[in-house]
């Protein structure tokens, strides 16, 4: 017992030392007035990636590769901004400017662009939505503009951001970025700013990804590293997100960090298992070459999957849903919400064990994160793992990072994570 005890100490001491330095966690906020819609997510999700949906429904992509939907009465029709999930159930407050303006921003890694609402939009569109928070560069004594410099984000139901750029002291949590491109929303559809919680999104993915022309701008993270606002051995952010249910109080556990791991969100005894990351196409890219549902392992050659903060569901190859939903007595694939879904009464007894692979590592995805949504049966409920359709990589949306503590180590191009201890 001596040995354990004197490691105990050890261990006390080197906590302690991490306790002190300054952790910059920005705080989570979960947007109460948010309606979870399980089709909306799904169809958000494929035109984010443009994908196209391999499984029966509404939902298909023509020979023009734009996403359509099929009518009640057979008619085609295009997928407008109503059926796609607006808004962000997650934002985190960034101050943008000198004196502070403080936005409400949607972090996700899936993107790489820093966009904001701004005072660029005409009222005209304004007046459709009621007290926007809109950043206005007249007011920052340190914004610069970038002359020349646009942005456009397209999406595919044809509604579309755009707007100018400029540079701006952007402070996220107690770290001042200098210079950070931002850009400003001047037009943007009507239907986004009905988007209500977020004010703009902070794209947290790799700067090959993002949109700004003639020459594409580094991400916050990039400039962090950039300027040395975080160690050279932590160039790195973090990730803990807390519950999806909005009725759930919200304990006020979701942050982000940056350049620090917080090792009090380490599960003692456990430690973070990491594997390298492809960043060629942007994304947060990893192997996850398995699957373990029910202590059967399916094993997945070549598999690749992304971390983004930006999606909600877990999307992965039809393969994986047809095993798991098998598993669960009644559940069903439904054509008219293009997405599995199961009877809500499921006793935990009767949901499978499942677990998804993060290079070596597995997380096992707590049966509490396996309902998303309310069904358009009464009795059913949209399963939180979903089709990834045609594309080529799983994406590990919020239903897989409510599992874990996660680490994006940008400095040694890794993936961190480490299982948290499941829900009571
Ligand atoms: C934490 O931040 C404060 C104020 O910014 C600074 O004075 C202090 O040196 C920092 N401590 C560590 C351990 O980095
Ligand atoms: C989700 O949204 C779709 C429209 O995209 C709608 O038809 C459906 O009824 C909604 N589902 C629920 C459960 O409200
Ligand atoms: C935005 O929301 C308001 C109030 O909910 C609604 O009246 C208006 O039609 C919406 N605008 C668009 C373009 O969806
Ligand atoms: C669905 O729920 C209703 C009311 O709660 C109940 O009467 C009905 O039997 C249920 N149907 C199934 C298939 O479980």
Redesign the pocket.
Same mark, same amino acid.
């Given at each position: 017992m001596s040995f354990s005890f004197s490691s105990f100490i050890h261990l006390y001491l080197i906590t302690t030392a991490v306790a002190i330095t300054n952790i910059t966690r920005v705080s989570v906020h979960r947007n109460p007035n948010y309606h979870a819609?399980?089709?909306?997510s799904l =169809?958000h999700t494929y035109q984010k990636y443009g994908i196209t949906p391999t499984m029966p429904g509404p939902y298909y992509r023509g020979h023009d590769k734009i996403l359509r939907k099929r009518q009640a009465d057979g008619t085609m029709g295009v997928v407008t901004a $109503? $059926?796609q999930q607006k808004g962000s159930f997650y934002t985190c407050p960034v101050q943008i400017g000198t004196p502070p303006q403080t936005l409400n921003l949607n972090f996700d890694t899936g993107s790489s662009d820093l966009w904001v609402w701004s005072t660029a939009i005409p009222k005209s569109i304004l007046d459709s939505t009621s007290g926007a928070t809109l950043f206005d560069p007249s007011k920052s004594s340190t914004f610069q503009d970038m002359p020349g410099s646009t942005w456009q984000i397209r999406y595919g139901d044809g509604s579309s951001a755009s707007g100018i750029v400029g540079t701006d002291a952007v402070k996220i949590g107690s770290i001042t970025v200098e210079g950070q491109a931002v850009e400003l929303a001047q037009e943007l559809s009507p239907q986004l700013l009905n988007a209500s919680s977020a004010n703009g999104l902070l794209g947290l993915g790799f700067s090959t990804i993002n949109n700004v022309k003639p020459t594409r701008v580094q991400t916050p993270l990039e400039n962090m590293i950039l300027q040395m606002d975080i160690s050279p051995n932590e160039e790195l952010f973090t990730c803990y997100l807390e519950s999806y249910n909005a009725n759930d109080p919200d304990e006020g556990r979701s942050f982000y960090s940056f350049g620090d791991i917080d090792e009090s969100s380490i599960p003692s005894g456990q430690e973070l298992c990491y594997t390298p990351i492809d960043n060629s196409r942007g994304y947060w890219m990893f192997s996850s070459p398995s699957v373990i549902i029910n202590d059967e392992q399916f094993d997945l050659p070549n598999n690749h999957a992304i971390a983004d903060t930006g999606t909600t569901l877990l999307l992965v190859p039809d393969e994986v849903c047809n095993q798991f939903y098998a598993q669960i007595p009644g559940s069903e694939y439904s054509e008219i919400q293009q997405a599995w879904i199961y009877p809500t009464d499921t006793s935990s007894d009767d949901l499978p064990d499942f677990s998804v692979a993060v290079g070596n590592c597995q997380i096992a995805i707590d049966k509490g994160h396996f309902g998303f949504?309310?069904? =358009?049966y009464p009795n059913m409920t949209?399963g939180g793992i979903q089709s990834q359709g045609d594309q080529n990589f799983g994406i590990f949306g919020d239903v897989f990072l409510q599992n874990v503590y996660a680490v994006f180590d940008g400095g040694k191009l890794r993936f961190g994570v480490v299982q948290r201890p499941p829900q009571s």
């Open positions: 819609n399980g089709t909306k =169809v $109503d $059926d949504a309310p069904s =358009v949209f």
